[in-house]
């Protein structure tokens, strides 16, 4: 919604925003992948159309896919929609979500899940309107194991009321159980594969993972596909 006011942190005094350079749909919203990003949200909509309070859990078969930045970018179209959004980093292990969006990461889920702060202490409002970080805090010892706590559960209950969209960035489904465990917990699921980078029997086992788990698989997301040249004519007309 090009009418909704984007807050930068020049004007919350926060100290020079620098514009994250993952984050093509705000630095280039009007290019053919933004055009994607809204295609997405599209789909999204169209799919859970049923569910008031969407939450969508964002992961890919090896690591190194691009699923933080489509997670981040997706994030960031919804709430130029206008949609309250929660982006979560339930990536315990390797989190990235607070250099994307250049927030601390003193507090977050880890020190949630735990009952060291509440989930309103650790958030972070972001320079883009409606939109919201959960950063994963500090790595714990036991992500697993805090992923699938009634903590957990209880986290999401309590978010779900407050936000229009909740995003989970989540560790890849190969190397580790924690996507595993909150596809369960979601709405619906996305799979990320980086196109040329992963082979075929790594992206059918992460499927089986989550068919497994019982999760709700939306569709998957090429990343780094060459588009054709006739699609460039309509981005460049749009």
């Known amino acids: 919604m090009e009418s909704r006011k984007i807050k930068h942190r020049k004007q919350l005094n926060e100290g020079p925003f620098s514009e994250p ?13 933004s055009e994607q990003y809204n295609t997405i949200r599209t789909n999204i909509n169209f799919m ?19 699923k933080s930045t489509i997670a981040s970018n997706l994030a960031l179209v919804f709430a130029k929609e206008g ?5 979560v980093d339930a990536d315990l292990r390797k989190p990235t979500l607070h250099s994307t969006f250049e927030i601390e990461n003193r507090f ?19 320079f883009i309107y409606g939109l919201y970080v959960l950063p994963s805090g500090p790595v714990p010892l036991n992500p697993s194991e805090l992923l699938a706590s009634k903590a957990m559960d209880l986290l999401i209950k309590s978010i779900e009321h407050f936000f229009d969209i909740v995003i989970f960035d989540a560790p890849p489904l190969l190397p580790v159980t ?39 698989i939306l569709g998957v997301i090429l990343n780094n596909y060459d588009l054709p040249n006739d699609h460039y004519y309509y981005g460049r007309y749009k």
């Open 21 to 33: 350079k993952t984050l093509v749909t705000f630095s280039e919203p009007k290019s053919i992948i």
């Open 48 to 66: 859970l159309s049923d569910q008031q309070n969407k939450k969508i859990l964002i992961t890919s078969a090896t690591p190194g896919e691009g």
């Open 83 to 87: 949609k309250r959004v929660l982006i």
């Open 108 to 126: 977050g889920l880890s020190n949630t899940l735990t009952k060291k702060v509440s989930y309103t202490e650790s958030m972070k409002e972001t």
């Open 178 to 216: 924690d996507s595993q465990i909150l596809a369960n917990k979601c709405n619906g699921t996305i799979l990320v594969i980086n196109s040329g980078h992963v082979n075929r029997a790594d992206v059918l086992k992460a499927k089986n993972i989550l068919k497994t788990s019982q999760a709700n």
